[in-house]
């Protein structure tokens, strides 16, 4: 199993812009079949050095991750959504 990682920092990390980043990033839930499962929270603290949401999502192996990466739905309708409202974002991914 891998897990996928993404913390996210928005432009506008009002409750409001955090909450539609969170449903944005949910819709993937029966729409990208490759994930096993998906998590997503948001930060409630607003330290310095917190990042706004929280993407995590399970997959088979390293070729669903592959394939989670270029599945249409990700890439037409969260990725560039997620882009455009980021002003930073970090990452892992690892094996479980």
Excluded: W
Aim: proline share 4%.
């Amino acid at each position: 199993m891998v897990k996928h990682i993404v913390c996210f920092k928005l432009k506008d990390n009002s409750p409001a812009a955090k909450e539609e980043a969170k449903e944005r990033l949910l819709s993937m839930r029966g729409k990208v079949p490759v994930m096993k499962d998906i998590e997503v929270g948001t930060d409630f603290l607003g330290s310095e050095r917190s990042y706004d949401v929280l993407l995590q999502v399970t997959l088979e192996n390293r070729q669903a991750l592959e394939e989670y990466q270029n599945d249409p739905y990700h890439c037409s309708y969260v990725k560039p959504y997620m882009h455009e409202k980021r002003s930073g974002s970090v990452s892992v991914d690892y094996e479980i």
